[in-house]
């Protein structure tokens, strides 16, 4: 049985190629953090190896020994990311995968991040990618495709894990995980459709004060001038020179709790994300007109994006900074022009 929760989509399509035996020898897992591509991959693995009848049965020695990272024939590749995946890497791979399966019947090497692989280490496992061993299969996991080369994409199987719906997530924590009723409800709405936060989230307190601080920072910002705001527009960018995953997050959260601004402002305060915060958004949702509210939704959609087409950093946040309108204070409830 397939492990992963959701993305039925692909488990059918992966199980298909399986049975028809036409599965292609390199995968291309897109979507974002968390939203379960390494689940995703390692079962795609045991399904590969698996003795049992119906694979993979998550039963058998193989799928047990994939499930805990000890199988000899399964590989997976991942660096942090402030590093490349670099041509060492790949060429101990291509060593790897030039041995026969040891354990299993096929070589399974998972690329985590694969957005992190250097030109020359794309390059060289290009060479793989066009002639693969027998037995041995790739499977790339990447957060943004279009960091990879062309040449790299157009030899992988494309399948792509679309963020799961609230209610999956929910049900999930809960009959999965154990997690109780209340806290799966919230986490299942912070956790924008990617189960593996969620599930850290239930039990890690620091994921959670960390969203806490994040979002401090954000409505502290919208009372403050020019100079504090630069002086964090630096400090972020120079944050994401060592680590992109981390102001896109920020930015994404920052996403997520003006949307719930505009969904508060337009009454439709069920659909909120940020269920574990509505007092706080009625009444910052009071300091900002529609209008503005719609408008810097905008500006984090345009700025997450040109970070994503590598724009200078300090730039796109600095514009950003300036677009952050000032919350007028509370008590003052006649909406004035802008
Ligand atoms: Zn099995």
New binding site residues.
Partial sequence: MWQVVGHERAVSLLDHSLKSEKLPHAYLFVGPKHVGKMTLALNLA?ALN???EE??????R??LRIATGRHADVHAIAVNDRTEIGIDHIREMQHEASLKPFEGRNRVFIIDGAEHLSHEASNCLLKTLEEPPPNVNIILLTVNERLLLPTVLSRCQRLELRPLSTSVVEQALIHRWGVPQERARVLARLCSGCLGWAVAAATDEGLLSKRGERLATLTHLATVGRGERFTYAAELARQFSSNRESVQEVLSLWLGWWRDLMLTKGGSGDFITNVDREEVLHSEAKKYSLTQIKGFIQSLQQAKEQLEHNANPRLVLEVLMLALPRGKEAKETTPSKI
């Fill in positions: 045991q698996c003795d049992g694979k993979p049965c998550g039963q058998c193989q799928c």
